[in-house]
Structure formats: C-alpha cells, structure tokens
C-alpha cells in the first residue's frame, strides 16, 4: 500500500516538474528558426551552388581539370575564320564556341577548387543553398548558351571547314610543281 502510493507521488511531481519547465518557457522567446520560414544568416564564406556566366566564359577547361570529382563537363568547338564570338568582360578575345558546359551537382562536394584557376572569373560561388530535387538527373546543370541545333550547326561548320582546308592541302600537292634548276635558270634569264 506504502509502495503504491509512492508510484502516485512520484507520477504526480514528475508531471508537476516538467510542466514547470513548460510553463517558464511559454513566456520566453524562442531561440530556434523556424526553417524554411525565417533563414539562417550564412557565413560570410559560405560556398553553396556554382554559377557560370557564359559571356565571359572562354572554355579553357580549367575548371573541368581542377574539379577532384569530375562533376564538371565541357565540351568546346573552335570557331572558323569569320566568326566573331565577342569579348570577355575583362577584355579577353574568344576563340572557342563552348558546345557544352554541365555541372553535375549530385558529385559537387562545394570545395570551390575550380573557382580559383579560371581565368576570367566566369564561375563562382553563389548564396543559393536550396536546390534539392527529387530525380538526381535534374541536378544536372546545363549552362551553356547555345541551343542543340546551334551546337550541332558549329560542329558541322568546323567539320566542313575542316573538309575543305584538307582538300585544298591535297590539290595543292597533287599540282605538278616546277624543278628548282628550271626556276634558277628563269631568274638568270630575267638579271
């Protein structure tokens, strides 16, 4: 009977001693954020998503060679004479039409490694921190500029270019040349 009335007690201050604790901090304000709708203030060298401006992108590669898991792809093509693809911000001249630039955020481990070595500044680091997504396919990320045709037309332009510059190369050599001693006697003739 003694035992049975001390589980009684013991409940009834135990439910009295966390009710306290509930009521001292009804009236105190919270220290928690309710994420999603208040957010964190960040650090200030946060590294989160990438971004690439492609108007100032050279297609150098650079980037591609310092990534330690391969998450960035690119994929150039050289332009024919002709064809002005403008001028980076800081004034550098492009020579390559970039026909692919994707970064796979599923790999990116956010070590901002391929930040540093571009020479144009084109890729960095920007306060987006919220882009999850269900299918891992959509985390692919596709920056280049140019359309699928367009990026099929450059290939072709450069293929055919290149066709050309070769079958002139073949004409030129299969065109009969003229023996050296004949050129030197002409020349004697003329003097």
Not at 129 to 152: G, M, N, V
Not at 165 to 178: G, I, R
Request: hydrophobic share 30%; net charge negative.
């Amino acid at each position: 009977m003694k035992e049975y009335f001390g589980n009684i007690y013991s409940a009834l201050a135990t439910i009295f001693i966390g009710m306290k604790i509930t009521f001292k901090h009804m009236f105190v304000p919270s220290v928690t954020i309710q994420y999603p709708e208040v957010k964190p203030q960040l650090p200030e060298r946060e590294r989160n998503r990438l971004y690439v401006n492609m108007d100032d992108c050279i297609g150098c590669d650079q980037c591609s060679r310092a990534c330690p898991v391969s998450c960035i792809e690119i994929e150039t093509t050289k332009s024919i004479p002709g064809e002005d693809l403008g001028k980076t911000s800081n004034g550098k001249k492009k020579a390559l039409w970039v026909t692919n630039f994707t970064i796979d955020f599923a790999k990116c481990c956010y070590c901002q490694l391929c930040v540093f070595p571009c020479p144009t500044d084109c890729i960095y680091m920007t306060d987006v921190y919220e882009f999850s997504e269900w299918d891992r396919d959509k985390l692919i990320y596709d920056f280049a500029t140019l359309t699928p045709d367009e990026r099929q037309e450059k290939r072709d332009n450069l293929a055919k270019f290149n066709a050309e510059k070769e079958a002139e190369k073949l004409k030129a050599a299969s065109e009969p040349k003229e023996p050296k001693s004949e050129i030197k006697k002409d020349q004697q003739e003329e003097k």
